[in-house]
Structures are given as C-alpha cells and as structure tokens.
C-alpha cells in the first residue's frame, strides 16, 4: 500500500470499523495514556510494534529510529529525540518496561557493517549507526569466519544489548532500575519465520518464545 489513496480509503476503513467499535477505549484514551511499556524499534515498515505485539492504542509508548538504538546518555545541546521520548516515558508515564526490538534483515545495522548504498551519501545515517559499532567490534572478535548473514544476525542482536546498555547510563533509568520499578528487555524479530527471541539475562543468549 503505497498510493496516498489507498491510505485516505485505510483511514475512512479505520473510522469505520476500528475507531467506531473502540468508542469506549478512545474516549478513556482522551483523558490521558497510560502505557506501561515503552518500546524503541527500527523505523523500518515491516516491523510495526503495534502489530506485531497485538498492542492497542494506548498500550505503547514508541520510538521509532533507524536500527532502533538508544544513543548514550549526553548532557548538553543537540536534538536528542531518542532521549527526550525516553526522558518522558520514563519519568512522567512511569513506565514499567523499556523494550528494544530489533529485527532481521535490519538495514541500518547493514550500512553500518557494509557502508551505505549507492546513491545516498549517509550525511545522518552513517554518524547514527554508528552507535552500534562496538556491537559490530565484538561479533567481530567472537566469530570472524562465519557467514555474511549469521554476521549481519549476530551484530543485530549485539547492537541490542548495545542499547540496552546505553538505557543504563541515563541516571533517571539508573534510579529506577535500582528501585526496581523498571525492567529492560531486548527482543529480536525474525520477520522471515515471524519469531520472536528475547535477551536473557542470566545465559546472556536469545531464546525463542514458544
Ligand atoms: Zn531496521
């Protein structure tokens, strides 16, 4: 669906069935959201978390962003949009847990692993992944014989915990971790297969869910 036609008659379609049979749930929703999950994901089109967590409107608060990463905290100027929405979610809707969703097939963790495609010069997108270097060092350092896709793979699931490393240096995530009213979870979507693998802690590995 790409013809802006076809996404007014989506809309109309929405209005129609979605918005109209969830008249209860969008008038509570227009007094305030309430989320208790806060989600980062990759902007790309395939992996809408809404959709593929079966989410209402209301149950998520999103970031969306070019291979889903969560820079280090900084202080000082720039436009930290990723810190602004984690600063909010967190600190004003309290949210419970931060997920990090990552896929395969990612291609941002592509340009930062083969450089960019031809024709664009990577002006904002070569300095973003760029964050997620140290995942690509690492896979580097575990297995540098492995194929390209398994290399692509595992440097998608490393940039994860890369993240999820970066949300621990934000001294609001810090707090509530250590008080205990935050979890932060990493997920990885197959989006061939459709599975999903979650970070565990304890063996460091990504395990399927059933
Ligand atoms: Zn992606």
New binding site residues.
């Given amino acids: 669906m790409s013809d802006i036609k076809q996404l007014v008659a989506g809309f109309r379609q929405f209005h129609e069935d979605y918005f109209r049979g969830e008249q209860g749930l969008y008038a509570a929703l227009s007094q305030g959201q309430n989320p208790s999950t806060l989600v980062i994901?990759?902007?790309?089109s395939r992996?809408d978390p809404a959709i593929v967590m079966n989410a209402k409107p209301g149950d998520l608060f999103v970031v969306r962003n070019?291979?889903?990463l969560v820079p280090p905290y900084e202080k000082g100027g720039g436009y930290h949009g990723v810190s602004a929405a984690l600063e909010f979610g967190v600190c004003s809707l309290n949210v419970e847990n931060i997920i990090v969703m990552?896929?395969k097939?990612?291609?941002?963790?592509k340009v930062l692993t083969e450089g960019m495609p031809e024709g664009i010069d990577g002006e904002f997108i070569k300095p973003w992944v760029s964050i997620a270097k140290p995942a690509m060092e690492r896979v580097k350092q575990l297995a540098n014989k492995q194929d390209k896709t398994a290399f692509l793979c595992d440097c998608?699931r490393e940039a994860i915990k890369v993240s999820l490393e970066n949300l621990a240096t934000f001294p609001f995530i810090q707090t509530r971790l250590a008080q205990g009213n935050l979890t932060l979870h990493g997920w990885y979507f197959d989006i061939e297969d459709g599975a999903m693998s979650v970070f565990d802690e304890q063996s460091k590995q990504f395990k399927q869910v059933d």
Avoid: P, Y
Wanted: net charge negative.
């Fill in positions: 994901a990759c902007s790309d992996v070019v291979a889903n990552g896929h097939h990612c291609g941002g963790i998608e």
